[in-house]
């Protein structure tokens, strides 16, 4: 009867596997949370944006709105946990950070983000037509400050209401619409966000 050779991995052969795989795993692994992190964040900011929208319709078919409508007339027909006034969130990529105080109200939704808007803010900020007319809101995912600086990843992202109903943000703003006239580009949008 002919004898059998064995057959198998070395120990060395085990170990350089391994080895491998572990630096796979280094390189990966980061990638694949932060993606799942910008995916929560991009749906967090649309939820936010479609409250943001469903609210003008309903304050369209109460009748309330106006030229002189602001940010904070649309706040009883939003669906919200409570009103911050004291915590600081992320600013919009080119800023640091924006607090929550007398001035400027933040809402907690329910997803855990904040939905902030300046009482001190124009009403309907004029564009080249009433339709271009814009409510600004600002969305930070997480709820705090994560990003200080300018230009991060962790950055909150500005929502456009236009008069006529419609939503962009910042850096997708409508061409003649104040926010595209003052600032222009997909930089002003936080890296994670996307339509």
């Not at 085990?14 to 990966?28: D, E, K, N, R, V």
């Not at 409250?51 to 304050?59: C, E, K, R």
């Not at 969130?89 to 950070?97: A, F, K, R, Y």
Request: charged residues 15%.
């Amino acid at each position: 009867m002919p004898s059998k050779s064995a057959t198998g991995f070395t120990l060395a052969e085990l170990l350089i596997s391994l080895a491998i795989l572990g630096m796979i795993a280094t390189f990966t692994i980061p990638k694949i949370l932060q993606a799942q992190q910008n995916g929560s964040n991009n749906a967090k900011a649309k939820e936010a944006a479609a409250m943001i929208a469903g609210a003008y319709q309903q304050a369209q078919m109460a009748g309330i709105v106006s030229s002189s409508t602001t940010a904070a007339d649309l706040t009883p027909y939003m669906n919200y946990v409570s009103v911050d006034t004291a915590t600081p969130i992320d600013d919009w990529q080119t800023g640091s950070t924006w607090g929550c105080d007398a001035t400027v109200r933040c809402l907690t939704l329910h997803n855990g983000g904040k939905l902030a808007y300046d009482l001190m803010d124009f009403a309907f900020r004029s564009g080249a037509s009433s339709n271009d007319n814009v409510l600004l809101f600002q969305f930070d995912p997480d709820g705090r400050v994560t990003d200080g600086t300018t230009n991060g990843p962790g950055k909150a992202v500005a929502i456009v209401l236009y008069y006529n109903g419609g939503i962009g943000t910042e850096g997708t703003a409508r061409a003649g619409s104040y926010y595209a006239v003052t600032y222009s580009g997909a930089n002003y949008d936080p890296p994670w966000f996307s339509w």
